[in-house]
């Protein structure tokens, strides 16, 4: 059995005096995806986002493809790492946002060969050659050189899909990929997460599309006011949930 | 009552009336209509006009230069670059223009010499009257522009900064390549403006006898009292300059917001322009 590609261990993270993560153990294994669920301001995205930094966290640990994110202990003290080294450690977790946030001064193909050229130090050509696969990989070939303002909402989250991917990253996490969607785009980016789940990604996806998260994940989190509240595969998480709080939530939604 | 037409009838006729007016008065006014062709074109009116745009160009950039460095500085999450550049920009916003002119051409008289221990030089010598009205426009444009590409850069949705260190960028590969030529395009129309206000601004400079365009004016009225003739050559120089610019700023405008599309990666060689490289 290989080590989990993401371990995380007794994490804690605190805005301020306020506590938003107690105690959070999840193993990810490789090639896995699991789904975060729980209602809005549970800590969902704030986990997400704690996976590759974008939020600091007080204590606990992040290991992700043995490598521990963000933090070293020596002499029994935790430090914060460089940012060069936290910048390295980000190149292998791909991340997908709610809004998008693609580059608006960039084509699509200028998007996804930015990071690949600046930080991997990939050649320009091999890059746009890359960059071409990814787009018809996400059913985008034709929009290479389309501006984010041109692209339908659906579209900008494929190619920010395929901007992450270009950094060929160990992990994707996708943090609401569809909430920020009208009705008939969702569909098509989340053909496009379920086809990465069939190529073996290792996926963290927090997401409100129930039937999705059902459909693709492995296992599927529950979380609630900052604590994960149950784990375990959809069919069971879903249909006969074992704490109160998870019956309570699912009764609302399905 | 009028109907909306007759109102704008009324309203053309009125105009019409008030510009015949104006002609009018300034018709019979006693002045020499002939003198101003020709001084519109005498050599010192053009070698004015010339130091006149000379100092706009040069202090717009620096002005440009001072502006963005010090607008990363009052952005930054420091505290000391930010205090530093809030204390400029109080400082050189907050001193009228024709006062620090004076106090960078004067500064002689307290600081006769600058440099370090042996190596100095006459304040004199390098402080010529071009030198201190470069100065002085260039730190006060810098204070506006700082403000003003400030401005550009909080505008920058957080998300996209927030996507590029995701992908692995650093913070500084971050601001340089998407926070800055987004802040910079974003910063265009402003600065349109101030470049049209820095060319008037320039003639502040006549009292410290820089050869611009109204200095160049005064020299020659204060010898032949054609005052108000060569006020009026003065004044169509810089509306000829003030054009040029507004000109210069439209096409500007067009560029930033009209992106060349479909440059980009189709021969697999041309590259989007980053805004940066292009303004400043």
């Not at chain 1, 790492?81 to 791909?94: K, Y």
């Not at chain 2, 053009?46 to 502006?67: Q, Y």
């Not at chain 2, 002689?108 to 009205?133: C, D, H, K, Q, W």
């Not at chain 2, 601001?175 to 403006?193: C, D, E, H, K, S």
Request: charged share 15%.
């Amino acid at each position: 059995m290989t080590a989990p590609m993401i371990q995380i261990h007794g994490l804690n993270k605190f805005f301020g005096t306020v506590q938003v993560l107690h105690d959070i153990d999840l193993d990810v294994a490789s090639g896995e995806v699991v789904s975060i669920l729980g209602p809005s301001g549970s800590g969902k995205s704030t986990l997400l986002r704690c996976i590759n930094l974008l939020e600091t966290f007080e204590s606990g640990s992040i290991v992700v493809d043995g490598k521990a994110i963000g933090y070293r202990q020596t002499e029994g003290k935790r430090r914060p790492l460089p940012e060069e080294e936290i910048d390295r450690q980000r190149m292998d977790i791909g991340m997908v946002f709610q809004r998008f946030n693609l580059f608006s001064h960039k084509t699509a193909m200028g998007n996804i060969i930015e990071a690949p050229v600046l930080v991997r130090g990939e050649r320009k050509d091999a890059a746009i050659a890359h960059g071409r696969e990814l787009l018809s990989k996400v059913g985008l070939a034709e929009r290479a050189n389309a501006y984010p303002e041109h692209l339908s909402g659906g579209q900008q989250q494929r190619v920010a899909i395929a901007r992450a991917l270009a950094m060929r990253p160990k992990v994707m996490l996708f943090d609401e990929p569809t909430s920020a969607l009208d009705p008939e785009s969702v569909g098509e980016v989340l053909s496009v997460i379920r086809q990465l789940a069939g190529e073996g990604m290792t996926m963290l996806v927090v997401t409100h599309e129930m039937g999705f998260a059902r459909e693709v994940s492995d296992r599927i989190v529950f979380m609630d006011a900052g604590r994960i509240v149950e784990i375990g595969p959809p069919g069971q998480i879903m249909a006969s949930p074992r704490n109160a709080r998870t019956r309570n939530f699912f009764s609302k939604i399905l | 009552m009028l109907s909306t037409g007759q109102k704008s009838h009324l309203f053309v006729a009125l105009c019409v009336a008030g510009v015949a007016a104006v002609f009018y008065i300034f018709a019979t006014a006693s002045f020499s209509w002939n003198e101003i062709p020709k001084y519109l074109f005498a050599p010192q009116i053009i070698a004015g006009a010339r130091v006149t745009l000379v100092l706009t160009v040069l202090s717009m950039a620096i002005g440009i230069v001072i502006g963005v460095i010090f607008a990363m500085m009052r952005v930054s999450a420091l505290r000391v670059p930010q205090v530093v550049a809030a204390g400029y920009i109080w400082l050189f916003r907050g001193i009228p223009l024709l006062v620090q002119i004076i106090f960078w051409f004067n500064l002689a008289l307290f600081m006769p010499r600058i440099g370090f221990g042996a190596y100095s030089v006459s304040t004199n010598e390098v402080m010529g009257s071009f030198t201190a009205a470069l100065i002085a426009l260039s730190l006060n444009e810098g204070a506006y522009m700082a403000e003003i590409v400030r401005g550009g850069i909080l505008a920058i949705d957080r998300g996209q900064v927030e996507a590029a260190r995701a992908l692995g960028l650093s913070r500084g590969r971050t601001f340089r390549r998407i926070v800055l030529p987004q802040a910079l395009r974003m910063v265009i129309p402003a600065t349109g403006n101030q470049l049209i206000g820095m060319l008037k601004a320039t003639s502040l400079v006549s009292v410290i006898g820089v050869h611009d365009l109204l200095t160049q004016a005064q020299f020659i009225y204060t010898a032949n009292y054609l005052i108000m003739e060569l006020l009026i050559v003065a004044a169509i120089w810089y509306l000829a300059l003030t054009a040029l610019a507004s000109l210069l700023q439209h096409f500007l405008e067009k560029w930033a917001s009209h992106r060349p599309s479909d440059r980009h990666v189709v021969s697999g060689k041309a590259q989007v322009p980053s805004g940066s490289e292009q303004l400043v």
